[in-house]
């Protein structure tokens, strides 16, 4: 059961931490993943079938752009992404959110503690 929380909570909360490593720098796919996953405590981690969804909607939903990319791997394009202003504005709201949550959270545990 705990686990099946967690997933949920992670759901919600996935988009914004991604945008916040767009936001450092655009990067790839495969790289993405790997920066979230060094930056995110156990549990947190996440696979590339997890990542490509969130991209496509931050996408589809104007937050974040994409470009191909020649890279000297193989000779191949690889698809970067990039954070858009849209975008900057959605995670700071989004940071906004999470930092109210989290105090209502403390607040009622607070409450719940003193009662």
């Not at 931490?17 to 990067?27: G, R």
């Not at 590339?48 to 191949?76: C, F, Q």
């Not at 990039?82 to 709201?93: A, D, F, P, V």
Request: glycine share 6%.
């Amino acid at each position: 059961m705990a686990n099946q929380s967690i997933n949920q909570f992670k759901k919600g909360i996935l988009p914004m931490l991604i945008l916040q490593i767009i936001s450092d720098e655009k990067d790839y796919g495969y790289n993405i993943v790997n920066r979230f996953n060094a930056r995110c405590v156990a549990g947190m981690d996440i696979k590339e079938g997890t990542l490509y969804p969130i991209l496509h909607r931050l996408e589809e939903d104007g937050a974040i752009a994409s470009e191909w990319v020649m890279t000297s791997e193989n000779g191949k394009p690889k698809k970067f992404y990039k954070i858009t202003e849209e975008g900057k504005l959605l995670l700071e709201e989004q940071w906004n959110c999470w930092m109210q949550i989290e105090g209502m959270v403390r607040d009622f545990e607070k409450k719940h503690i003193s009662d």
